[in-house]
């Protein structure tokens, strides 16, 4: 599968414009649950129930939302087998594949940086 790459105006990638194709999708994709589902999914193809899972605190309606969300921008796949009952697979895309790779750094700068902003936050609260 090859990544198809963006061949509209400046404008229409630029994040900060509000009215750009970029922004809206910056916006769907950087939301906490998107990036926890794509962390998830990339460990392996997973199903609902274990994606649900792995991803604690996520409700059955937000995990729906956020797969078809994902799945419109092109970042996870979503596989139907013919089975009673049917089995729903996700795994990630080339793209998502490579927003991994973003995630994985931001889940390391947070464990890096958790105390500096504990001791942060708790000298702001006094």
Request: proline letters at 2%.
């Given at each position: 599968?090859?990544?198809?790459?963006?061949?509209?105006?400046?404008?229409?990638?630029?994040?900060?414009?509000?009215?750009?194709?970029?922004?809206?999708?910056?916006?769907?994709?950087?939301?906490?649950?998107?990036?926890?589902?794509?962390?998830?999914?990339?460990?392996?193809?997973?199903?609902?129930?274990?994606?649900?899972?792995?991803?604690?605190?996520?409700?059955?309606?937000?995990l729906?939302q956020?797969?078809?969300?994902?799945?419109?921008?092109?970042?996870?796949?979503?596989?139907?087998h013919?089975?009673?009952?049917?089995?729903?697979?996700?795994?990630?895309?080339?793209a998502?594949?490579?927003?991994?790779?973003?995630?994985?750094?931001?889940?390391?700068?947070?464990?890096?940086?958790?105390?500096?902003?504990?001791?942060?936050?708790?000298?702001?609260?006094?």
């Amino acid at each position: 599968m090859v990544t198809k790459q963006f061949s509209g105006s400046v404008e229409d990638a630029d994040l900060r414009r509000a009215d750009s194709l970029g922004r809206e999708i910056f916006s769907d994709v950087a939301n906490k649950w998107a990036l926890l589902i794509i962390e998830a999914v990339g460990d392996g193809t997973l199903r609902f129930s274990e994606l649900r899972d792995e991803v604690e605190g996520i409700s059955h309606k937000m995990l729906t939302q956020n797969l078809r969300m994902l799945e419109r921008n092109g970042l996870v796949e979503r596989e139907v087998h013919p089975t009673v009952p049917p089995r729903v697979e996700y795994s990630l895309t080339e793209a998502g594949l490579a927003l991994r790779v973003t995630i994985d750094g931001m889940c390391n700068w947070t464990r890096q940086y958790l105390g500096h902003i504990e001791e942060s936050r708790r000298r702001f609260d006094a």
